[in-house]
């Protein structure tokens, strides 16, 4: 977002997983709410990282994304 408000003629591709998201991901209702037209992609393998092998019961995520960045108020494509 701050990105986006330095150069706001510009483009902001905002990348991230599906772990980060369940992190940080209300920072997208920010975004929407404030209206800074941001472009996410999340990368969604269903875990965190290379922790599967060492605790998979609590290593493995799930959701539809796209529908919670709907609720939010942006809008979301699944590919």
Do not use: H, W
């Amino acid at each position: 977002m701050g990105a986006k408000l330095a150069q706001p003629e510009r483009t902001v591709i905002n990348v991230l997983g599906d772990a980060a998201f369940g992190i940080v991901g209300m920072n997208f209702e920010t975004s929407v709410r404030e209206k800074i037209p941001i472009l996410t992609i999340m990368l969604n393998n269903s875990g965190m990282g290379t922790y599967f092998k060492s605790n998979p019961s609590t290593c493995v995520l799930t959701g539809d994304y796209a529908k919670v960045a709907k609720a939010l108020g942006g809008y979301s494509e699944k590919v």
